[in-house]
């Protein structure tokens, strides 16, 4: 008799446990209330503090050898131009290093090898973004022969990302307010509410080139950061009702 009673104990206190740990059901609109659902985005527009881009030496040769020798060295001014300026090291990393053949071709002939280019190409984080055009200037002067960018961002988005998801909840709720005046009702609740999607600043494809660029010139070369839009886009239902 103790062992069923035992056991009829566990019995019922099972389904207890299983309901708790169920996820608790979305709330559900009321009876007689209308459910609205909207989309909204926010944008908000911050100045960039940080410029990235990419500047490398290529060089040619008769034999390989020599093609990555010279390139070694001018690369090596490249590297003390970007410590002369400033740049920390941890702000400088190698992106790619190649050697290519380069290739004669003539009628009904085989392709005969006539050189070899080599190439050593670094990615660059400029935080002090007054001095960028002085930097672009002292990588051109001391051997740079290939600059791709700058493109601009923001390095730490946390706040305008705060921003601009506090513009997506008033956009949502004025186009809540809308819809209830419009249907001669209220605004009760949310019933819900989703990020859909956000847009941070990130580098652009297809930054800008300046390829074989002449040595520096008397002015440093102009740049404008102009500003950055970051965006959060929501999803947010509304209980309308009297």
Known sequence: MLLRTVLLALSLSTPVLS???????A????ANTTVLSVAATGEVSRRPDLALLSAGVITQ??????????????????????????IEGRDVQTSGITLNPQYRYG?????????????NTVNV????????????????????????????TIEKPEAAMADARRVAVQKAQAMARTYADALGL??????????GGSNLPRPLPGMAKLASMPAMAEADTAVA???????VTLEAVFELGH
Request: glycine residues 6%; proline residues 8%; charged residues 20%.
């Open 125 to 152: 984080k400029v935080r002090d973004l007054a001095r960028l055009g002085r930097v672009l200037d002292t990588l051109v002067a001391q051997g740079a022969n290939q600059i791709n960018g700058p493109s601009f």
């Open 225 to 231: 950061p102009g500003e950055n839009t970051v965006s």
């Open 19 to 25: 309901a708790a740990a169920q996820t608790p059901p």
């Open 186 to 195: 209220k605004v009760l609740r949310v019933v819900s509410l989703n990020e």
């Open 61 to 86: 040769a008769a034999d390989a050898n020599t093609a990555m020798r010279d390139n070694a060295v001018r690369m090596d001014k490249v590297m003390t131009a970007l410590r002369a300026a400033g």
């Open 27 to 30: 709330p559900t609109p009321t």
């Open 107 to 119: 009628d009904n002939q085989p392709p005969t090898i006539i050189g070899y280019q080599a190439s």
